[in-house]
């Protein structure tokens, strides 16, 4: 007597291979944005035009979401040092013929709009140095494992740090190193490089800082030393979250917001209009939302079929967390005030695509898990 086996296997559409978990986590997050940015834009005409942009710029970052998490994320790393190049190029650019704006370089006008290449060089870090390290399969890295991926890592830093632009520097630096980490490096070298910061401190301080870092520093320290000037931001700032007590003051019903008393509320100080307008429940609910987010980032690169995967995922998931981290932890007077977006919630075009082709590269990762 003969018995037959008929295995059914389902092919799995795109559809079904995404993470619909990931996805609600990304859109509650980018509704919770437009929610507050529409808030602080209400009162200015010129910012009710950011809000309009603003709802262009995410379906077009959906769009890159999408096709970026159909393609299969190798194609992407083989292409790693051309988007690298193109990108220490653009930054190139920026410091010849760059649009000027408060002392800075750092867009090139593009006529549709400016383009930042410091932001998407965060990317593009993650892609090569992640193809690299995959390649080159070391681990407990010492001097010698270290001395590429420095280079890699050192080049658009200094650039970027040339602009001026010294928080995205610091970004650049702190996303790439937290993939090394991730491999482990030897205690030597941590060793080594603590002690070469805290050399390196006061001679930045001296002959690197210009006159206006240095004040964000003391201005961070004690921000009552000029609260009509360079320490108003960070004195605003914490007016808003504080006055937002528990449960916040209601929708558009922000003072600091609606009187205009908040400095670059629909940006970099969007985290303080929804603090004053929805409270402490409002901001823990978001950065709830943004835990879930780095969990699920980091559970598809625990589940990555290979070692390039599970450092794009880390690579990712940093560079939401160093975000997060540094905007939160500046508008509440933990950190310097520095330039750098809430990721999905502020505005801007270059910031809010280059987020969203990240995570389409978390979901190429997740998808590849799958043969059919």
């Given at each position: 007597?003969?018995?037959?086996?008929?295995?059914?296997?389902?092919?799995?559409?795109?559809l079904?291979?995404?993470?619909?978990?990931?996805?609600?986590?990304?859109?509650?997050?980018?509704?919770?944005?437009?929610?507050?940015?529409?808030?602080?834009?209400f009162?200015?005409?010129?910012?009710?035009?950011?809000?309009?942009?603003?709802?262009?710029?995410?379906?077009?970052?959906?769009?890159?979401?999408?096709?970026?998490?159909?393609?299969?994320?190798?194609?992407?790393?083989?292409?790693?040092?051309?988007?690298?190049?193109?990108?220490?190029?653009?930054?190139?650019?920026?410091?010849?013929?760059?649009?000027?704006?408060?002392?800075?370089?750092?867009?090139l006008d593009l006529?549709?709009?400016h383009?930042?290449?410091?932001?998407?060089?965060?990317?593009?870090?993650?892609?090569?140095?992640?193809?690299?390290?995959?390649?080159?399969?070391?681990?407990?890295?010492?001097?010698?494992?270290?001395?590429?991926?420095?280079?890699?890592?050192?080049?658009?830093?200094?650039?970027?740090?040339?602009?001026?632009?010294?928080?995205?520097?610091?970004?650049?630096?702190?996303?790439?190193?937290?993939?090394?980490?991730?491999?482990?490096?030897?205690?030597?070298v941590?060793?080594?490089?603590?002690?070469?910061?805290?050399?390196?401190?006061?001679?930045?301080?001296?002959?690197?800082?210009?006159?206006?870092?240095?004040?964000?520093?003391?201005?961070?320290?004690?921000?009552?030393?000029?609260?009509?000037?360079?320490?108003?931001?960070?004195?605003?700032?914490?007016?808003?979250?504080?006055?937002?007590?528990?449960?916040?003051?209601?929708?558009?019903?922000?003072s600091?917001?609606?009187?205009?008393?908040?400095?670059?509320?629909?940006?970099?100080?969007?985290?303080?209009?929804?603090?004053?307008?929805?409270?402490?429940?409002?901001?823990?609910?978001?950065?709830?939302?943004?835990?879930?987010?780095?969990?699920?980032?980091?559970?598809?690169?625990?589940?990555?079929?290979?070692?390039?995967?599970?450092?794009?995922?880390?690579?990712?998931?940093?560079?939401i967390?160093?975000?997060?981290?540094i905007?939160?932890?500046?508008?509440?007077?933990?950190?310097?005030?520095?330039?750098?977006?809430?990721?999905?919630?502020?505005?801007?075009?270059?910031?809010?695509v280059?987020?969203?082709?990240?995570?389409?590269?978390?979901?190429?990762?997740?998808?590849?898990?799958?043969?059919?």
């Open positions: 007597m003969s018995h037959s086996l008929n295995l059914k296997i389902e092919e799995r559409t795109p079904k291979r995404l993470d619909w978990n990931y996805i609600i986590v990304i859109l509650t997050l980018q509704v919770i944005g437009l929610v507050n940015l529409y808030s602080a834009a009162s200015t005409s010129h910012l009710s035009r950011v809000f309009s942009a603003q709802t262009l710029w995410i379906p077009i970052g959906w769009s890159a979401f999408f096709l970026i998490a159909r393609l299969n994320y190798k194609r992407i790393l083989n292409l790693s040092f051309f988007i690298y190049l193109a990108n220490l190029i653009a930054l190139i650019l920026v410091l010849l013929i760059g649009k000027q704006f408060y002392g800075a370089r750092r867009w006529a549709v709009f383009y930042q290449p410091s932001e998407t060089m965060k990317l593009s870090l993650i892609l090569f140095l992640g193809a690299y390290l995959a390649k080159h399969k070391s681990e407990n890295l010492g001097f010698k494992e270290l001395l590429v991926p420095g280079l890699i890592i050192g080049l658009p830093f200094l650039l970027t740090a040339k602009q001026p632009d010294l928080g995205t520097a610091m970004l650049l630096a702190a996303i790439p190193s937290s993939m090394l980490l991730f491999l482990k490096v030897k205690t030597r941590l060793v080594s490089a603590l002690l070469v910061a805290a050399v390196s401190l006061p001679l930045a301080w001296n002959y690197g800082l210009k006159p206006y870092q240095k004040n964000r520093v003391l201005n961070f320290l004690n921000p009552e030393r000029d609260p009509r000037g360079t320490g108003y931001n960070s004195i605003q700032a914490k007016i808003a979250i504080g006055s937002g007590q528990i449960l916040g003051k209601g929708f558009r019903q922000g600091q917001s609606q009187l205009e008393f908040l400095p670059e509320r629909h940006s970099d100080f969007i985290f303080c209009v929804l603090s004053e307008e929805y409270g402490f429940i409002g901001g823990l609910f978001t950065l709830s939302l943004f835990t879930i987010l780095l969990f699920l980032i980091l559970h598809t690169a625990a589940n990555s079929n290979d070692r390039s995967g599970a450092l794009i995922c880390v690579g990712v998931a940093a560079f967390f160093w975000h997060m981290l905007n939160v932890g500046m508008v509440t007077g933990l950190l310097p005030i520095v330039g750098v977006p809430l990721p999905l919630l502020s505005y801007g075009g270059s910031s809010m280059t987020f969203m082709v990240s995570l389409g590269l978390v979901a190429s990762v997740s998808n590849q898990r799958y043969m059919f």
